[in-house]
Structure formats: structure tokens, C-alpha cells
């Protein structure tokens, strides 16, 4: 079986059997040197020196957490969204009774920096910004380092969903000045769903020590005062942590430099292959993502049949367009374990279903 959906992504074998180890006391001294070592590991591939959490559960409830620890009800947040999971951060900041203001681009699009620049110059007010890394649902990866560096100039809050990026992609956080960084399990780290990691900056406390939201299960207090002790607040999804013991222990000895050339070499050689098949990007090229490929579908291609196909006759699994994207584009996800010879697997089962997915 080929899964190359961008996430949950497949486990190495080494992985595998670690997940299906016998459950231990989550108070006791085995789970401490785990959580110390994993969060150690965590915060090198972060490149941050930042207070690092582990929460139990899937990226959007980092997501969540972000909101919830940072901001009060009716603080003004520009939302910068160039897909699906921008518009759904922007979502939980209003679900929160966050003031959002959305600065919205077109599907495809990266964000302008001068876009950014403007709106947060026409409102002083503005206390956050919220930012995708990786825009999972279009395959594009914004300029972080320039996104920063405005937001920086205006001193507010960075927010960043690197739900999809992280562990694949290059993203130096402290370098970068980002305040509170999410990351998913189920992406470029090689274990299964049920983790997400939030890094916090000294800002970020400060702006935590003011935040009123209402917060219990996420509260990043409760989880520093837990990790001083090896623990964390509530039961822990303790076989992903013995899963992710073993990845990102060989992601450090790997280094993110090599882990984001392995990405983009596997990146470039899809696209050019989908290129010379006659078949579009979707994304715009100088910003197309190195973990998720996306392709337009032409008026004759069925989205859903190709998929179908794909999975029935091929074993491969591909993904289709989320939201308005929904039968215009399909996804291809190479994150995590992933090589090219997996690449050249799914290209083989595209050239043979490509054609019978023609109406
Ligand atoms: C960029 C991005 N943000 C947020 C999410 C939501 O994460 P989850 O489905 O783990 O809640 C995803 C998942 O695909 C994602 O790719």
C-alpha cells in the first residue's frame, strides 16, 4: 500500500514495533525519560530553545491551544489565510470571541508580506498575527522569514501552524522570532495522529500571563508546572510518545538540514515527473510545498474516480481537494518516510489510471 495522502503518513517498521510496546505508569520513571528525551528532540528539530509541550492531541487542538493561551475575547488578530487551515485558525479565534481581522489570498497563492505590512500599518490595534507555515490544502509554503521580519517590525504576536511543515521542512523558530509554533505527529515525524507540539517564547508567556480566554485541558501553566516534573496533566497518548522516541531520535541524528534537501529532492522530482506528464501545479511554483504536491484537474478528469482507481486497481492513495478546491485539484503527500522510488511507484499508477479517469 502506497499512502501518500499528506498525513497521517506511513511509520517505519522501527516505529511500528515500538508503538506496540505493553502501556507503563504515565507518573513513573520510564515515561519521565521519555517525555525529557522526546521534548529535548523536539525542540532541536524546532531549532528553538523555547518552552516546548507535548499535547495529546491532533493538530488543530494546537491550534486551539495557541488561541486559547494567548489571547483574551475581542483582541484584534489579522489572520493571514491562504487555504482551508488558515481560514479554520481564523475559525477557532472567533470561536473564541477573538476580533479577527482576515487577510485572505487566493488558493494557489502565497502571502505578501506587503500585504501584511499594510494591513497591520492600518490597524495599531492589531495583537496577532495568525500564520500557516505550510498550507496543506493547496501545497503551498509561505516565506516565513519575510512574513516574520514584518511582523516583527510591528512587535506583535506570531502564531504559526506548522501542523504540516515541521519535521520536514526547514523552520528555525528562534531565528524567525515566532511566538507560539504548532506542529502535528501524524505529518513528517513518522508516528501516528494523537500528538501536537506547541514551542512557547518568553513573549508568548507574557502575553499568556493577560490572556483571558477561558482554558482548562490546554492550559500551557498547567503543562510547564507537568514538565518540570517529566509529566504531563492528563493521561498522555502514551504509544505515540514510544513511537516518537524512536523517529525523532534518528530525525536528530539526521539533522534538519539534510531531513529538508531529502524533502525537496523527492518534491522537485514529483513535480518535474507530473510536468512532463502534461499535468499542472497547482500551487504557485516559487512557493510549491515540499511535503504535499497539488495538481489541477482539467475539465475531462474526475477526481474521484482517479482516486478510486488509483486505490482499487494500484493500492495507491492519493488525496482530492479540500473545500472549494473539492474535484478541481488532487494531492500527492511526501512527508516523513517517504523516497523517490515511492515517488516513481505512484507516477507508474498515475500514468495507468490517468487515462481511465478521462471522461
Ligand atoms: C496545515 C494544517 N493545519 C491544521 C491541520 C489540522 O490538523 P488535525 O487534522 O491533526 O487536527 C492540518 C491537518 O491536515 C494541516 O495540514
Redesign the pocket.
Known sequence: MQLRI??PTPCPPEVLKALGKQMIDHRGKEFGEIITRITANLKTLFQTKNDLFILS?????G?ESAVVNMLSPSDKVLSVAIGV?GE??AEIARTYGANVIPLNFEYGKAADPDEIRKALHADPAIKAVLV??????TGVTNDMAAISKVIREFDKLILV?S???LGSLDLPVDTLGLDVVIA?S??GWMVP?GL?FASVSEKAWKAHAVAKIPRFYFDYTKAKKYLADAQTPWTPAISVYFGLDVSTKAMVAEGVASIAQRHAKVAEFTRKELKERGLTIFADEKYASNVVTSVKADEKLSVPKLRQILRDEHKVIIAGGQGKLKGKIFRIGHMGWVSKEDMKEVLQALDKALPKARE
Open positions: 499528506p498525513g492531541s491532533s493538530g488543530s487542538g491550534m487551515f479554520r485558525f500557516t507555515h505550510n498550507e496543506t490544502s501552524d501542523i504540516s511543515g502535528g501524524q505529518k495522529p501536537s
